[in-house]
C-alpha cells in the first residue's frame, strides 16, 4: 500500500508555531464564520489556555476538510461551554462524569448574520484530563489535568495532535507522540502496551480509523490487539455495539468490518458473529429506499445491520442479539431478516394472499432488506407486496357483518381475512364478486 502523503510539510518556526500562522491554515477548512467562532470561543477563555485537538487536527494535515471540531481547555469545560451559552447562545449537554459539555449552537447567532460560510452544529467541549482505569475494560476515573496529560490519555498517536489557540502559544502544534509521523507513514499506532488492556473498544476503533484513512496498524499495535482479544469479552454489549453502529457508518464499513473478521476481534465479540462474503456484498453503497417502501424515517445504519446478520442463522442472531443489548425493534428487525432470508426458497412459492401474511409478521424493513438480496422472482414478489398488496383491504368490514347479523366472535377475523386473500390472489376482482363471496361465508358461519 502507498503510504498517504501531507498535502504539504507544516512548517514551524523556532517556537513550534505553524507557519505563516494558524490562521492561514485554518482558512481552507473552515468558513469565515466558522474561523470568526473559533478566534471568538479563544477569546472567551481569557488566560485559560485553550486547543484545538484531535479529529479536526489529524484531518487538517491529511487535508480532508471537516467541521468537527474538538476542543480542549486546562479548566472546567462545563463551566467554560455555560458562559459561551450565555454570551452566544444554543444549548449545552453536559457529562459531568467526564468533564465534559457539547455546545449545540444556535442556527445563526446575531453577531454572525453578516460573516458568510457554513457553521458546525455543535462543538466537542473538553476539560483537560487524567484518566485512570480501576480495572481493565471499566469506564475511567477522570481528574483535571494539563494539556500533555490529556494527549497521553488519548487513543492514537494520530489523534494526540493539538493546535494552541490562544495566548502567546497560538498556533502551536503539540506533537509528543509522533502523531505527524505516523500520519506520513499512514499508520495507527497506540500510546502504550496496556492501551487495548484500559479500553478494549479501541481494538474496534484502531481498525475503524485504518479503513477510513487507509492507513494500517503499526506493528507493535497489530500485536498488542491479538495478546489482548480477550479483553472484548469483558466490554458490556452497549459498548460493543456502539462502535459497531459506528462503524457502518463508514464509506468503508466493507473494509472495516473485514478487518475486524480477518483479525478474530467478531468471533471474540461472540463465536457465532461473523461477516460473511454474501454480507459484504450486500453492504456496497446502495440508494435510499424507493418511496413505496414508506421507510424514509428507518435508520440506514439498522438496515446495513439486517443486511449484514441477515446472512448468519437466526438462532446466531438471536444471541448476537442478547451480547449486544439489542433494544426490542432492533431485535425484531434483524431477527425478523434472519428468518425470512432463511425461508426465502419458500415464500417465493407462497401464493399472494399467504405471502402478505407471512410478511406482515415481520417489521416492513426486515422485508425490505430481504428485497434487496432475494433476487428473481422473489423480488418481483417483494415489490408489489410494499406497492400494493400490503395496502389491500376487503370492501366489507365489521361494522357490515354485524349488520348482517353476524355475531361478535373469531368468525370476524376469519371472514374478513378469506376476503382479503380473494383480492390478493385475484378470486374476487369486484365488489359483487366480493358480495357473492360474503354471502357464501356467512352461511358457513351459520349466521
Not at 472495516?256 to 454480507?279: C, D, N, W, Y
Not at 415489490?383 to 373469531?410: C, E
Amino acid at each position: 500500500m502507498v503510504s498517504p502523503r501531507l498535502p504539504r510539510e507544516p512548517r514551524l518556526d523556532a517556537a513550534g508555531r505553524l507557519q505563516p500562522s494558524l490562521s492561514s491554515w485554518l482558512r481552507k477548512p473552515l468558513s469565515p464564520a466558522a474561523r470568526w467562532l473559533l478566534d471568538w470561543i479563544a477569546a472567551q477563555a481569557q488566560d485559560r489556555s485553550l486547543y484545538l485537538v484531535g479529529g479536526f487536527v489529524r484531518d487538517l494535515f491529511l487535508a480532508r476538510p471537516s467541521l468537527d471540531l474538538d476542543v480542549v481547555i486546562e479548566g472546567d469545560a462545563i463551566q467554560f461551554g455555560r458562559k459561551l451559552v450565555r454570551q452566544l447562545g444554543g444549548d449545552l449537554q453536559t457529562h459531568p462524569a467526564f468533564r465534559t459539555a457539547v455546545w449545540l449552537l444556535p442556527q445563526r447567532p446575531a453577531q454572525l448574520a453578516e460573516i458568510k460560510g457554513k457553521l458546525p452544529t455543535h462543538i466537542d467541549l473538553i476539560s483537560a484530563r487524567r484518566e485512570r482505569y480501576a480495572r481493565p475494560a471499566a469506564l475511567p476515573q477522570v481528574e483535571l489535568a494539563d494539556l500533555a496529560a490529556d494527549q497521553a490519555r488519548r487513543d492514537f498517536s494520530i489523534n494526540t495532535l493539538a493546535l494552541s489557540l490562544n495566548g502567546e502559544q497560538a498556533g502551536r502544534l503539540y506533537d509528543p507522540f509522533g502523531g505527524l509521523a505516523d500520519l506520513r507513514g499512514g499508520l495507527v499506532r497506540t500510546l502504550h502496551t496496556q492501551s487495548f488492556v484500559d479500553d478494549p473498544t479501541r481494538m474496534l476503533r484502531a481498525l475503524r480509523f485504518a479503513g477510513r484513512l487507509g492507513f494500517r496498524l503499526a506493528a507493535p499495535t497489530r500485536q498488542e490487539l491479538a495478546r489482548h482479544l480477550s479483553a472484548l469479552e469483558r466490554v458490556s454489549g452497549e459498548r460493543i455495539f456502539h462502535e459497531i453502529e459506528l462503524a457502518l457508518q463508514e464509506r468503508s464499513r466493507v473494509a472495516v468490518l473485514q478487518a475486524m473478521q480477518r483479525t478474530g476481534v467478531l468471533g471474540t465479540i461472540h463465536p457465532l458473529l461473523s461477516f460473511p462474503k454474501q454480507a459484504a456484498a450486500a453492504l456496497q453503497p446502495c440508494a435510499k429506499p424507493p418511496a413505496y417502501w414508506g421507510l424514509s424515517a428507518e435508520s440506514a445504519t439498522r438496515v446495513d445491520l439486517a443486511l449484514w446478520l441477515m446472512w448468519l442463522p437466526p438462532q446466531a442472531v438471536e444471541a448476537i442479539a442478547e451480547r449486544l443489548r439489542f433494544a426490542g425493534e432492533l431485535r425484531q428487525l434483524t431477527l425478523g431478516a434472519a428468518h425470512l432470508h432463511s425461508q426465502r426458497r419458500r415464500l417465493a412459492r407462497l401464493s399472494p394472499s399467504a405471502l402478505v401474511s407471512h410478511l406482515e409478521r415481520q417489521p416492513l424493513a426486515a422485508v425490505y432488506a430481504l428485497w434487496l438480496t432475494a433476487g428473481s422472482p422473489l423480488d418481483t414478489q417483494l415489490a408489489r407486496y410494499a406497492r400494493r398488496w400490503r395496502h389491500v383491504q376487503p370492501q366489507a368490514d365489521g361494522h357490515a357483518l354485524r349488520r348482517r347479523g353476524l355475531p361478535p366472535g373469531p368468525a370476524y377475523a376469519h371472514i374478513l381475512a378469506r376476503l382479503r386473500a380473494g383480492w390478493l390472489d385475484g378470486e374476487v376482482r369486484s365488489a359483487r364478486q366480493e358480495a357473492a363471496l360474503l354471502e357464501e361465508l356467512l352461511r358457513e358461519a351459520g349466521r
